[in-house]
């Protein structure tokens, strides 16, 4: 769908009060972010970033509207207007802005990250992409680059003399402990963010599996969850039952909006940073209005 036809979608949407388009049948509300920051750093060209006055708004306009819950909740008996927030990509953000202004509002949240780039150990491909952008080396609009071509972009940052590793924008481990301590739940999101829908089977389950099991050997969580980076168009349903039969995660969550799934104990998260910037009541109405135009059409499942 074009970011046109969206923007009529959503203010259509905006003119029905959201009352009037929740029902009982549907999914729970499940935003997700990345960061939340005064400044744009230069690695991110992908999605628009709240500061934390606007973050803080709209933290306040979602529980308006939802109740905040736990993962438990949502395995055990989700209600439609209930939400749980999540953080995708563990960046430095999260801990020293995000997490106390959810501790302050008794927010309950997952913080998704990727184990190789824990400790800035290495630094992810579309961050690469960004920076050589931001300094002109590359084109906006131009060769994307997968996780298979990083080294090409290790090159030209090489031959442009750009130190990749002068960027930190990765939790630390303690800070991640941290997290962890302050009672927020840390899932896995892959070993090191691939496109999932490049990889086979057996590649694409090895992510999950590694990552959990890093998550799981540093803090034993209640309940294990994992989110596909980027997407999860690609993952054939053997792999969801791979995951459930080796007790590999107890939850796990796609990009896909407001729909329902029929894997097994998997969720579909709302993006909320889209790149043309949204404000979160004309995202809120955009899912339920859209949700309510597929519901005629018999289309508010995602297949596989």
């Known amino acids: 769908m074009n970011e046109k036809v969206k923007n009529i979608i959503a203010a259509s949407g905006q003119l029905i009060p959201l009352n009037w388009l ?5 999914p729970p509300f499940l935003p997700f972010y990345h960061i939340v920051s005064d400044s744009h750093p230069d690695y991110i060209s992908f999605y628009s970033i709240r500061n934390p006055k606007l973050f803080e708004k709209e933290l306040d306009f979602l529980l308006k509207h939802f109740n905040a819950v736990d993962l438990d909740t949502l395995l055990q ?3 439609q207007n209930d939400m749980h927030l999540t953080f995708d990509d563990g960046l430095t953000e999260c801990i020293s802005t995000i997490a106390p202004m959810l501790k302050r509002k008794g927010i309950p949240a997952t913080f998704f990250v990727s184990p190789d780039f824990i400790d800035n150990k290495a630094l992810f491909h579309r961050f690469k992409r960004a920076i050589l952008e931001k300094k002109g080396i590359i084109k906006p609009g131009g060769k994307r680059f997968n996780y298979r071509q990083v ?3 290790d090159q030209i940052a090489l031959q ?3 130190d990749f590793t002068s960027y930190k924008p990765y939790l630390t481990s303690e800070q991640l402990q941290q ?3 302050m009672g927020f739940n840390i899932g896995a999101h892959s070993m090191y963010h691939p496109e999932m829908w490049l990889m086979n089977e057996n590649e694409q389950f090895e992510q999950i599996a590694n990552s959990m099991k890093w998550i799981s050997d ?13 997407t999860d168009q690609g993952i054939q349903p053997s792999v969801f039952e791979k ?4 007790n590999i995660a107890d939850i796990t ?14 969720f579909q998260r709302v993006p909320i940073e889209r790149k043309e910037f949204w404000s979160i009541k004309k995202n809120v109405h955009f899912e339920y209005f859209y949700y309510f135009v597929r519901s005629l059409l018999k289309k508010n499942n995602v297949t596989r």
């Open 243 to 246: 995951i459930i039969n080796e």
């Open 160 to 162: 442009h003399q750009i």
């Open 151 to 153: 080294n090409e972009l």
């Open 218 to 230: 540093r803090f034993n969580p209640k309940i294990k969850a994992f989110s596909f980076p980027f």
């Open 179 to 181: 997290l962890h301590n």
């Open 22 to 26: 929740t029902t009982k049948n549907q």
């Open 253 to 266: 969550f796609g990009t896909a909006g407001l729909k329902h799934d029929i894997a097994k104990n998997h």
């Open 77 to 79: 008996q989700p209600k």
